[in-house]
């Protein structure tokens, strides 16, 4: 089924946002150096919008007829996103979220395509307001090492 293709796809946005919630969080928690407060705000700025963010996923996936896995074994074995180190410096930290942001953008575009292909006009805003969202967190980031 049509629906079925853009949920699958959109199962993996989904894990990939909320592993990369959760590193942003860690990140913002244990950050540390000349650099602090600004990116102590900027990644609770970044993980705010990540945690609002997995409410409108998962609600579109519920809305196309699908269950929404939730757990961390799923989430974990569906991202690409790899597990924060705390013990790494900022601007390691700060490195590691632009290039996550980027991971999610090639997430959402792929399923831009196949939300595209089967005329889901609903995914299609979603999915294209989210790109704009990661291309500017990347661009902020980046801006910040």
Avoid: C
Avoid at 40 to 66: P, S
Avoid at 78 to 87: F, L
Avoid at 115 to 120: E, G, I, L
């Amino acid at each position: 089924m049509i629906k079925n293709e853009v949920a699958r796809s959109l199962k993996v946005v989904l894990a990939n946002n909320y592993a990369l919630y959760l590193k942003t969080q860690n990140y913002h928690w244990n950050v540390t150096g000349s650099n602090f407060k600004p990116l102590h705000l900027l990644f609770e700025e970044q993980y705010n919008d990540l945690f609002m963010a997995n409410d409108e996923i998962a609600e579109r996936i519920r809305t196309l007829g699908e269950k929404v896995p939730a757990t961390f074994n799923i989430f974990s074995d569906a991202t690409d996103i790899k597990d924060g180190n705390e013990n790494i410096d900022a601007t390691s930290m700060v490195k590691e979220l632009a290039d996550d942001q980027g991971i999610i953008i090639e997430s959402l575009k792929s399923t831009l395509k196949i939300a595209q292909d089967t005329n889901d006009e609903g995914t299609i805003g979603i999915i294209t307001n989210r790109i704009g969202i990661h291309e500017k967190a990347a661009w902020m980031l980046r801006s910040s090492i």
